[in-house]
């Protein structure tokens, strides 16, 4: 009973390495070239290799990962440029759901994402980066439920795979950039007003990506300058 309980969580686990392997590799914290081993990603998440393994595979397909005869797993090449494209096709889905939210949001969910907000200003003022990050995601949860578009939001979870979910405070500019995008967001969807909030959406997240990419181009132009 237990193997095959083990067996139909499968899946779940190997979802759960992929997502925290792109992770890693879009926040930065692992590099091109760098050797994965499903071992390891095992060990960091409390599961057995077995899942981490298939995670990879997957990873693979996608293009996050190589597999190098007798050498394994290694993370693929990933550019400032790349990044920038993961975040604009984000961005594009995302002002689109923004632009839904504002024709559709009633005043107690315009009253919680104010809310929402408030709590992101408190948390950076108190350098809670976690909570930060947390109180982000929920601000971003709800105005996508608030869209009422179910397709829409489930091609976002496509496109949300690729953009790192952990890490966000530690991209330099970001929590200052999340407060003044926020705010803006919020003005046009206080307005009424879907294109003044796709608008912001997709500023917002597409800024994001820029701060993250300008970390892969200084690596880049480091290592440049360093061969």
Do not use: C
Request: aromatic letters at 6%.
């Amino acid at each position: 009973m237990g193997a095959r309980a083990a067996e139909a969580g499968r899946p779940q686990l190997s979802e759960d390495a992929a997502a925290y392997v792109r992770s890693m590799i879009m926040s930065g914290q692992w590099r091109p070239g760098d050797s994965v081993r499903p071992e390891a990603v095992g060990q960091a998440l409390g599961i057995s290799a077995t899942p981490a393994r298939e995670a990879l595979h997957v990873l693979r397909v996608e293009g996050f990962l190589e597999l190098l005869p007798r050498r394994g797993f290694q993370v693929a090449p990933l550019t400032g440029q790349d990044v920038r494209d993961l975040f604009e096709a984000h961005a594009l889905i995302s002002g689109e759901l923004a632009a839904r939210a504002a024709v559709r949001a009633t005043p107690d969910e315009l009253d919680e994402l104010d809310a929402l907000h408030h709590e992101l200003l408190a948390a950076a003022y108190r350098k809670d980066l976690a909570l930060l990050e947390e109180k982000n995601h929920a601000f971003h949860r709800l105005i996508n439920l608030v869209a009422g578009a179910r397709k829409i939001t489930w091609v976002l979870t496509l496109t949300g795979r690729y953009i790192p979910t952990r890490f966000y405070s530690e991209i330099e500019g970001w929590p200052q950039a999340t407060l003044h995008d926020h705010s803006r967001i919020l003005e046009g969807l206080r307005a009424q007003d879907a294109e003044a909030a796709r608008a912001a959406m997709r500023d917002h997240i597409a800024n994001a990506g820029d701060l993250l990419a300008r970390q892969f181009d200084r690596r880049a132009a480091d290592e440049q300058h360093s061969a």
